[in-house]
């Protein structure tokens, strides 16, 4: 089965840039939206298509997805993009997840 | 705005089956399509399956083959997901999302608040 891999974790400075990392067989032949969740809520989606940020996302906000790998980058991290982040990708009509990386702004 | 909104937490014993509903307003319910998706206590997101209401297709992960059923019923705007066979293992919150769709690319937006089902024997 497909599977997406994710770091445990991440750890940034606020106000710099924090980038997580998703790999996948090929995965830049499909498209890649990312999640994000905070203790106690439901996951809101920051990213669809590899790189669209939905309305009310802010623009630090960016994704990119190529080879094996798409990538959520956080530009000037502030303390409130401190949550978990989740990959997501389609396989032969499957939802595939990521294992989720737990971003720390520090 | 579409909302979903779901069923409260359940407490089950191990054997049996839970049900758990997800109430969709803002929108045209039928035209939707629902998955549903469990996340265990300080664990990930997995997806289980969705359903189509306006074609009533579903599909399943392999995971749970045989275990869970999603149904939806148009007339009240209302996706169920049925769990059978609980062990330890379901303990988890489980959400319902509604699938987003643009170019050949699918998402979930929203989502339900969640339904903690807890096993206890």
């Known amino acids: 089965s497909y599977e997406l891999t994710q770091p445990l974790s991440v750890s940034v400075s606020p106000g710099q840039t924090a980038n997580i990392t998703c790999s996948g067989d090929?995965?830049?032949?499909?498209?890649a939206c990312w999640y994000q969740q905070k203790p106690g809520q439901s996951p809101v989606v920051v990213i669809y298509?590899?790189?669209k940020r939905p309305s009310g996302i802010p623009e630090r906000f960016s994704g990119s997805n190529s080879g094996n790998t798409a990538t959520l980058t956080i530009s000037g991290t502030q303390a409130m993009d401190e949550a978990d982040y989740y990959c997501?990708?389609?396989?032969?009509?499957?939802?595939?997840f990521g294992g989720g990386t737990k971003l720390t702004v520090l | 705005q579409v909302q979903l909104v779901q069923s409260g937490a359940e407490v089950k014993k191990p054997g049996s089956s839970v049900k758990v509903s997800c109430k969709a307003s803002?929108?045209?319910?039928?035209?939707?399509?629902i998955h549903w998706v469990r996340q265990a206590p300080g664990q990930g997101l997995e997806w289980m399956g969705r359903?189509?209401?306006?074609?009533?297709?579903?599909n399943y992960a392999q995971k749970f083959q045989g275990r869970v059923t999603i149904t939806a019923d148009k007339s009240t705007n209302t996706a169920y997901m049925e769990l059978t066979s609980l062990r330890s293992e379901d303990t988890a919150v489980y959400y319902c999302?509604?699938?987003?769709?643009?170019?050949?690319?699918?998402?979930?937006?929203?989502w339900g608040q969640g339904t903690l089902v807890t096993l206890s024997s």
């Open positions: 999302a509604r699938e987003t769709s643009v170019a050949g690319t699918w998402w979930f937006d929203p």
């Open positions: 803002g929108g045209t319910f039928s035209s939707y399509v």
């Open positions: 359903i189509i209401p306006i074609l009533s297709i579903t």
């Open positions: 090929k995965l830049g032949d499909k498209y």
């Open positions: 298509q590899d790189t």
């Open positions: 997501q990708a389609w396989d032969s009509s499957t939802v595939v």
